[in-house]
C-alpha cells in the first residue's frame, strides 16, 4: 500500500487550497478512505472520510468548507479546502482501511493502518 500525499502549501486566511493523495497497492474503490490532520501538540484528528458507496462525513469543525471526493479510475483522493482559517493549520494526510464504519465521526486514527507521509497546510 503505497498512499503519496501533494498540495499543500501556505495561505492566507479565508484562502483555498486542493490536497491530493495518490494510491497504490489496495482495491481503491472498496476501502474506506480519510483525510485527518495533526497540529502539534495535538492529537491526529478526522477531517473527511469517503466510503466504497461515496457516502461522505466530515469533522464539525470543517463542514460546509471542505469536500472531499475520490477518483477511483485515477486512484486519487482529494481534499477541496475553502474559507481557510488559521486554526486549521496542520500536517494532513491521507489514510485508507477497511473499517466497520467509515465515517471521521466514529473511526479514529488508530484505526487506520495505511498511512501517506504527510503534507503540510498553513494559514496565517
Known amino acids: 500500500v503505497q498512499l503519496v500525499e501533494s498540495g499543500g502549501g501556505s495561505v492566507q486566511a479565508g484562502g483555498s487550497l486542493g490536497l491530493s493523495c495518490a494510491a497504490s497497492?489496495?482495491?481503491?474503490?472498496?476501502?474506506?478512505l480519510a483525510w485527518f490532520r495533526q497540529a502539534p501538540g495535538k492529537e491526529r484528528e478526522g477531517v473527511a472520510s469517503?466510503?466504497?458507496?461515496?457516502?461522505?462525513s466530515y469533522a464539525d469543525s470543517v463542514k460546509g468548507r471542505f469536500t472531499i471526493s475520490q477518483d477511483n479510475a485515477e486512484k486519487t483522493l482529494y481534499l477541496e479546502m475553502n474559507s481557510l482559517k488559521p486554526e486549521d493549520t496542520a500536517m494532513y494526510y491521507c489514510?485508507?482501511?477497511?473499517?466497520?464504519?467509515?465515517?471521521?465521526?466514529?473511526?479514529?486514527?488508530?484505526?487506520?493502518?495505511?498511512w501517506g507521509q504527510g503534507t503540510q497546510v498553513t494559514v496565517s
Open positions: 497497492g489496495f482495491t481503491f474503490s472498496t476501502t474506506c
Open positions: 469517503i466510503d466504497s458507496d461515496g457516502r461522505t
Open positions: 489514510a485508507a482501511e477497511v473499517v466497520g464504519v467509515c465515517s471521521v465521526k466514529h473511526v479514529r486514527w488508530y484505526e487506520f493502518n495505511n
